[in-house]
């Protein structure tokens, strides 16, 4: 079977292109001119476009090490390089051919075409797929010159990065995981060529102008799946993950959105893919429990445990897996990364707004939009069942929650940017809206859910989480739930209070802005304790930290929560920024209408001398949910479409609304394909429940329930 690298469907019917297209014919084909005409033909590929201008970047700073004669030769064909991923360009698939192709037709130097049809060894992948002898076209040059066009390309990375080669190759890598075995081998086989392109040009320019990581780079290679269902062992953590930024005008924009369709139709967004090769989630779930705390990974399974919605909460990873070996979008937002029902709810603004949104970031991370949805989806879909409702229904629910998306992301496609970014949904409205579909006992309950939340603050967190011993005011014990420091060994306890804490508030308070600083500064340590917290949280390092003002009824709770890398990177690659807890904090602020003002982030070592990241926010801040499993079908389906609309609002602060409203049209597909992928992932999860509760009978896996 032949596979074609990075297939786009071709812009004409004919099989020559239509030069007529380009609007501005190069006058030369110096460097300038390059410029102007790969900006034209990638406009519609903003992160393409990102990549090929800094790739120019990077040749002008390498042009030293070539002959001078040759130097505007090698900058023009580092612009023009990806010219064949154009829609106007395209036609066997294989983006190298077709740009050289396009070259030759408008008349460019014969050393130019040839340059971008061989770039980055092009013919090994040109042979995998059989196109060899036409891209024998052009002659294979081996100069100086192409070996600085590889040195360029190789470090120019997705977006406009500057990437070692290594990260290069690692993110080359898990964009192309569905690769048959002859491609996967075809880019594993250049790497020694890729390495000794590198080393020539380095021995021109010394020190070079760009970073290379040579014994990183040697062991990058890329592993064989076991299964054709089961994406390969890629070192996916070394590459970035990132964000489209909106480029180019709406139009462009739109048409980017449309394009996007040939890359994943609407319609496939129904498929799950469950068989042999399928990772087993216990497998997943050990893997992840083995930098947690030992003695709480049962109370994680415990909660699991409960129903299929709790191990649906906590299976983020799993559900992560599964979607890593679907077909995706390039529409790429801040995920939420974990954005089912039960992470949306109510807290307060720094206005003291009562406002409704997503409120769990801890998997944050750039990827396609479309993750998210169904995310979302699939949950709407476990939260009906444990409710009851029918099958007919619960399509119904997840195909308006999806229109809801869908029609919010055309209105924000609509709007101006800043209207965009101050849009937000406020409790009341949802109070008021959501009354009429509950009956009489539901309405009282809303409004006490309503109430309560707005009485959770520090003051009431203090009232319930603290007592008073002879040398004061503490936090109190319920162990294994709640741990004060005092109640660990009397070295720890030490540590912690003497040396451990001031150090990490120091570290903390450098993340703050500085008005937030200021009023943190107002407040002194008192007691600390290790909390449990959520499903998916439990096990990893969670502390409250008690803080009084000017006496004690002017307290200050914090939580302060370990941020372990996203469950997402492993698949879409790593974050980039340093510290996860940056990543959490920055994710949160991107999607939310507005945050916690002590939110931030540091890293330190622990008792155990283990450097982990951590993000710090407020205990109690108005925090409040709905209880899921009280509503009748017509307040879930309220419910789910304020989900969406909310989901819909954080991904067009964070990716391009136009974009993402072209894609998805007026029609109603994605929202068809939504309700299909939820109840087939629903049946998935159900098994996944099943498969936990055999293997805590077994005794595969210990569980503490009730807690």
């Not at 090769?277 to 445990?305: F, H, K, T």
């Not at 009824?553 to 492993?570: M, R, T, W």
């Not at 067009?652 to 929202?671: K, Q």
């Not at 998935?684 to 936990?692: F, I, R, S, V, Y």
Request: glycine share 6%.
């Amino acid at each position: 079977m032949t596979t074609l690298v990075e297939r786009v469907p071709p812009a004409t019917q004919a099989g020559r292109v239509e030069i007529s297209q380009v609007e501005r014919p190069p006058r030369d084909w110096l460097p300038d001119s390059a410029v102007e005409l790969c900006t034209e033909l990638l406009r519609y590929l903003p992160d393409r476009l990102r990549h090929s201008l800094l790739c120019g970047r990077h040749a002008e700073l390498l042009a030293g090490a070539v002959p001078v004669a040759d130097r505007n030769l090698l900058v023009a064909a580092a612009y023009l390089h990806d010219i064949g991923y154009s829609a106007v360009v395209v036609q066997s698939g294989f983006h190298p051919l077709d740009g050289a192709r396009f070259l030759r037709q408008l008349g460019a130097p014969p050393r130019l075409a040839a340059l971008v049809a061989h770039h980055s060894e092009a013919r090994m992948l040109a042979r995998a797929n059989g196109l060899l002898p036409a891209l024998a076209e052009f002659r294979r040059e081996r100069s100086l010159v192409s070996d600085a066009l590889t040195y360029a390309d190789m470090t120019a990375g997705p977006n406009g990065i500057r990437m070692s080669l290594e990260d290069r190759l690692a993110d080359i890598a898990c964009r192309h995981t569905n690769d048959g075995p002859r491609l996967r081998a075809a880019r594993s086989s250049r790497v020694p060529n890729l390495l000794a392109a590198v080393e020539r040009i380095r021995k021109e320019l010394t020190p070079s102008p760009i970073p290379i990581d040579r014994e990183a780079l040697m062991s990058t290679s890329l592993v064989a799946r076991e299964s054709d269902s089961q994406p390969a062992a890629l070192p996916a953590r070394r590459g970035y993950a990132t964000r489209t930024s909106p480029v180019g005008t709406v139009a462009d924009r739109a048409a980017f959105g449309k394009q996007q369709r040939h890359t994943v139709g609407l319609a496939d967004h129904g498929v799950v893919v469950a068989g042999p090769g399928r990772r087993s989630p216990i497998d997943l779930l050990e893997e992840q429990a083995v930098d947690r705390v030992p003695e709480l990974v049962p109370i994680r399974y415990g909660r699991m445990l409960v129903s299929p919605f709790t191990c649906y909460r906590g299976a983020a990873r799993v559900m992560a897996a599964d979607l890593s070996v679907l077909p995706r979008t390039n529409l790429t937002v801040q995920l939420c990364g974990d954005a089912h029902l039960s992470n949306f709810g109510l807290y307060a603004s720094p206005e003291r707004r009562l406002m409704f949104d997503l409120n769990d970031f801890d998997e944050t991370l750039p990827g396609p939009f479309e993750w998210d949805v169904k995310r979302l989806m699939a949950s709407l879909v476990v939260a009906a069942r444990e409710n009851g409702i029918k099958s007919k229904d619960r399509r119904a629910m997840v195909a308006a929650a999806t229109a809801r998306y869908r029609t919010a992301m055309a209105a924000f496609a609509g709007m101006r940017e800043i209207d965009i970014w101050y849009s937000s949904l406020d409790a009341v409205k949802v109070q008021r809206e959501l009354a009429p579909k509950l009956d009489a006992k539901r309405q009282k309950k809303l409004q006490k859910v309503i109430s309560q939340a707005q009485s959770r603050d520090s003051t009431q967190a203090q009232n319930k989480l603290t007592e008073v011993l002879p040398e004061g005011r503490r936090l109190l014990a319920d162990p294994p739930l709640i741990v004060p420091v005092r109640d660990l060994a009397d070295s720890a306890a030490e540590l912690l209070h003497e040396e451990w804490f001031p150090s990490l508030i120091r570290q903390y308070r450098r993340s703050l802005p500085y008005v937030s600083r200021a009023l943190l500064d107002r407040y002194h340590y008192v007691d600390m304790a290790r909390k449990v917290v959520g499903v998916g949280s439990v096990g990893t390092r969670c502390w409250i930290v008690l803080m009084s003002g000017r006496n004690d009824d002017d307290p200050l709770l914090l939580q302060i929560k370990e941020a372990a890398p996203s469950v997402l990177s492993e698949f879409l690659g790593r974050s980039q920024h340093p510290n996860n807890g940056q990543r959490v904090v920055t994710g949160q602020q991107l999607m939310q209408a507005t945050s916690d003002i002590f939110l931030g982030w540091q890293r330190t070592a622990g008792l155990d001398d283990v450097e982990r990241d951590f993000y710090f926010r407020q205990l109690r801040d108005w925090k409040g949910s709905f209880d899921i499993g009280a509503l009748r079908p017509e307040g879930l389906l309220y419910y789910g479409e304020q989900c969406a609309w909310c989901l819909a609002r954080g991904h067009a602060r964070s990716g391009d609304a136009i974009a993402i409203s072209a894609y998805l049209g007026n029609s109603t597909r994605f929202d068809q394909a939504m309700a299909e992928f939820a109840e087939n992932y629903a049946d998935l999860n159900e098994a996944d429940h099943g498969t936990l509760v055999a293997a805590a009978a077994a005794g595969t896996i210990k569980s503490h329930g009730g807690l």
